[in-house]
C-alpha cells in the first residue's frame, strides 16, 4: 500500500506566501526615511510645512510660497463648501500646440508628448499658484 503526500497544496501555499509577505514587512518597515534635526528646523523657514522651497525660482516665473489664503465670509461652517475666492481671475497664459516652442524648455518631455499627440484639444492654462486656495490648511 502506497500513501502519496501531495506537496504544495492551497493551505501551504498560502502559509508560504503569508511568511513571505510577513518577513516583507519586517524588513520593508525597518527602512525609514530620516531628516537631519538641521534639516527639520528649516520646516517653516525656508521650507513650506510639506518640504518644498519657499523661495521663487531666479527667473520669477515659479513665485516665492506665501500662503495669504483667507476663509471667505460667505462660508458657513461643517457642511458648507468654500467660495471660489479666485473665480473671475484670469490665467495668466495658455499653452497651446501653436505657442509651444515659446515654453517649451519649461515642459516635461511627457508634457511636451502631450500636445505633440493631442495638438487640437490639448492645452495648459497657468496661473499666480503663490495664491493657491490650499495654502489656509498651512
Known sequence: MKIRIKIGSTLSTFKQSAVAVAISSLLISSV????????????????????????????????????????????????SRYVDPYGDEKPLFTITAENIEQYKNKLSPGQVKMFETFPDTFSMQYADLSKSPCRWIF
Open 32 to 79: 525609514q526615511a530620516k531628516v537631519s534635526s538641521a534639516e527639520a528646523t528649516k520646516l517653516g523657514k525656508n521650507l513650506t510645512p510639506v518640504g518644498a522651497e519657499k523661495a521663487g525660482n531666479a527667473d520669477g516665473s515659479i513665485p516665492a510660497w506665501t500662503p495669504e489664503f483667507k476663509i471667505p465670509a460667505e462660508y458657513q461652517g461643517s457642511g
